[in-house]
């Protein structure tokens, strides 16, 4: 913070702002006291964005004011603020007290959290914003009493500001799947009671089908969706909306726990399992612990639904954190466990499933879902069945295409003479189909039916009901209107093998979600699975497999029985953060630290890695002390080069020596 000469200070009390000041530096995320100068007496409110003099930085940054007042002590010397960049209330408390919380539970700054929180600043949605006449006058909203009697108790649950776990109905209607019927049902009620309501998603596709079922069950004027999918305009000035203190109902991904809604009345995410809840930006905040520090400091109701339950979720209900409320009438779809293949002339589908598939394509679309996209994403050496590998890069070898030159999956080279390292030998030979290579197999087997990809690279969203032959991968799956009658879950085997702590989870949730696409009596063949897993999904009983692996993980102190840090960067940092959390966290168990472990590094820097294994009640202990280790680490670190850089005679930016993430979902040394 810039000062003033002494013989300059002003007297008396003057008014001062309290500012946040927008920077990378982990040092500086705390409050900077400024005058507020007579010029801007009146702009200079909370909320705003402000730009201001840094000392320290040496030069004019962007930050918010969090508050004023006055400050009393005439001697004490203040720079002042130098521009109020908009009048526009773009960080209401609320919103700053959110991210404060984030912050401090995950041992990060404010200012990354509201990065994530508050789009890029534009200008002209900013001044329809600011221009706009009053709030538009409140639709009538449909009684949403019909659409949650499935659930007894649950209007009143919402009411009183409850934890929740829902285990959503499968099915299908027109083109809206029932949880997004039900999720659109819970919008409707928290608006009749003049409340606002949040509904975040993992994707673009569940919120299209979720803006379908919002049809005649909430009023389309109340509808603020914020995603990344939009332009920068539409999302600035819907987050705009999101300031005032007209009630409505928000929908997005990840970020859209952070809207700052004047009153929130609940707060719901669909399919919190999903992995792109998982934020990949610092300081790594999943969108499920947002959306309970936001409960505890808001209020209002918490729902967590999903066709499967995660065992975090578990785990709040276990403890009595959350509480499930069960359907009146349990509703399952048909899940028939198939074996694998047992006749050559079907291919990778078991006789059983691919009769299924034939007679009910006489009825409408069958899908297959298989692991992964592509050709072949796998080949191997066609004598020792060596993994295929680049010869420049060692990256995996995949065929684009049927009969296509081999193509490095990381280099993007194409193998053109390539050799087996293991045994010399030239050619290749596919371990495994992707959903193109699958299409194939199967426009060969149904000659005549229409086949249709679905994957990252041929996004389909929709399909009609003639007969169709959809292959698509996890997630990728259109809907059909009114269900598929028959899903074929191909390649199960191959996904759990790989080696994740919950790949038994995700296996589940992609395989639910998508026999809850089928038509009411189709079935759903799981072909080669045996096991917890395959039991879970044939019975309908997803609850019961989060509880035996949470009861599995809670032994070998694995999350989320117990929360998990990861502390990297150079190994004399480590090693000072890890000895420093001995003291400031006293009591950790005798094996809660793992490692560290040296990290390869190209520079020649010795790095290193330690995992941290401690209780939820210890949390604040253990985050207040890894936080104060990345200060403490970040100021060495820019003060060496600061000092390296004079002698040198150029300037370098600081980077910080050691990171901290927490709540790690799959740790690994």
């Known amino acids: 913070m810039a000062e003033h000469p002494a013989h300059l200070a002003p007297r008396g009390p003057r008014p001062i702002a309290r500012v946040l000041v927008d920077t990378p530096l982990p040092q500086l995320d705390r409050l900077f006291d400024y005058q507020i100068p007579s010029a801007l007496a009146d702009s200079a409110r909370p909320g705003v964005r402000v730009k201001v003099p840094l000392k320290s930085a040496g030069r004019v940054l962007q930050g918010y004011i969090i508050e004023v007042g006055e400050e009393p002590d005439p001697e004490r010397v203040l720079a002042e603020i130098d521009t109020v960049v908009s009048d526009a209330v773009v960080l209401p408390d609320r919103l ?131 995603d990344a999918e939009q332009p920068a305009q539409e999302r600035y000035g819907a987050y705009l909306r999101t300031t005032g203190d007209e009630p409505c109902v928000v929908i997005g991904n990840r970020s859209a726990v952070y809207a700052p809604v004047a009153d929130l009345g609940v707060l719901a995410i669909w399919d919190d399992g999903d992995p792109l809840f998982d934020e990949q930006l610092a300081p790594y905040v999943h969108t499920r612990d947002v959306a309970l520090v936001r409960q505890s400091l808001d209020g209002g109701a918490l729902v967590f639904c999903g066709h499967t339950r995660s065992s975090d979720v578990e785990r709040l209900v276990a403890i009595g954190f959350a509480r499930e409320i069960a359907p009146a009438r349990r509703r399952s779809p048909r899940v028939v466990i198939a074996a694998p293949q047992d006749t050559p002339n079907t291919g990778r589908i078991p006789s059983a499933a691919f009769r299924s598939a034939r007679e009910a394509l006489e009825l409408g679309p069958v899908l297959v879902q298989v692991a992964r996209p592509g050709y072949a994403p796998t080949l191997v050496c066609a004598e020792c069945r ?23 999956g990381w280099c993007a080279r194409g193998a053109l003479g390539w050799q087996c390292a293991a045994c010399e030998a030239t050619s290749v030979r596919l371990a495994s189909s992707g959903s193109e290579r699958t299409a194939d197999e199967l426009g060969r087997a149904f000659p005549g039916v229409r086949v249709i990809v679905a994957d990252s690279a041929h996004p389909v969203h929709t399909i009609d009901e003639a007969p169709a032959l959809v292959v698509a991968t996890r997630g990728a799956e259109p809907v059909a209107p009114n269900g598929y009658r028959a899903i074929l879950l191909l390649d199960g085997e191959r996904m759990l093998q790989a080696p994740e702590l919950r790949i038994g989870e995700t296996c589940l949730r992609g395989w639910s979600n998508a026999a809850a696409l089928a038509a009411e009596g189709a079935v759903t063949h799981l072909v080669g699975v045996t096991g917890p897993v395959a039991r879970a999904l044939a019975t309908w009983s997803q609850p019961a497999y989060a509880r035996n692996e949470l009861a599995e993980r809670a032994p070998v102190k694995m999350p989320p029985a117990v929360r998990v840090a990861v502390v990297e960067g150079d190994a004399p940092q480590v090693e000072r953060a890890l000895v420093r959390l001995g003291t400031d966290a006293a009591g950790l168990a005798a094996d809660a630290v793992l490692g560290p472990v040296p990290l390869p590094d190209a520079s020649g820097r010795k790095r290193a890695r330690a995992l941290v294994r401690f209780d939820y009640a210890r949390g604040a202990a253990v985050a207040g002390s890894l936080r104060a280790s990345v200060v ?17 005679g150029r300037s370098r930016t600081p980077a910080n020596t050691l990171s901290v993430r927490l709540d790690v979902a799959d740790p690994d040394l």
């Open 386 to 408: 060596a993994p295929a590998r680049c010869v420049p890069c060692g990256g995996p070898l995949h065929a684009p295409a049927r009969g296509a030159t081999p193509v490095c």
């Open 632 to 648: 403490e680490a970040a100021v060495k670190s820019r003060s060496r080069r600061t000092r390296g850089a004079a002698e040198r």
């Open 96 to 226: 700053y007290r959110l991210a404060r919380a984030v912050a401090d539970r995950a041992a990060g700054s404010a200012t990354d959290v509201l990065r994530l929180a508050i789009p890029r600043r534009m200008v002209r949605a900013e001044k329809a914003w600011l221009s706009r006449g009053g709030a538009p006058e409140a639709e009538p909203v449909p009684d949403p009493a019909e659409a949650m009697a499935e659930f007894p108790g649950l209007a009143v649950a919402l009411a009183g500001g409850e934890r929740i776990a829902l285990d959503a109905p499968p099915g299908i209607t027109g083109i809206a799947p029932e949880w997004a019927r039900l999720m659109a049902a819970i919008a409707a009620d928290a608006l009749r009671r003049g409340t606002s309501a949040i509904i975040a998603v993992p994707d673009h596709r569940d919120l299209d089908r979720l803006i379908a079922a919002f049809d005649g069950i909430v009023p389309a004027s109340a509808v603020v969706r914020l």
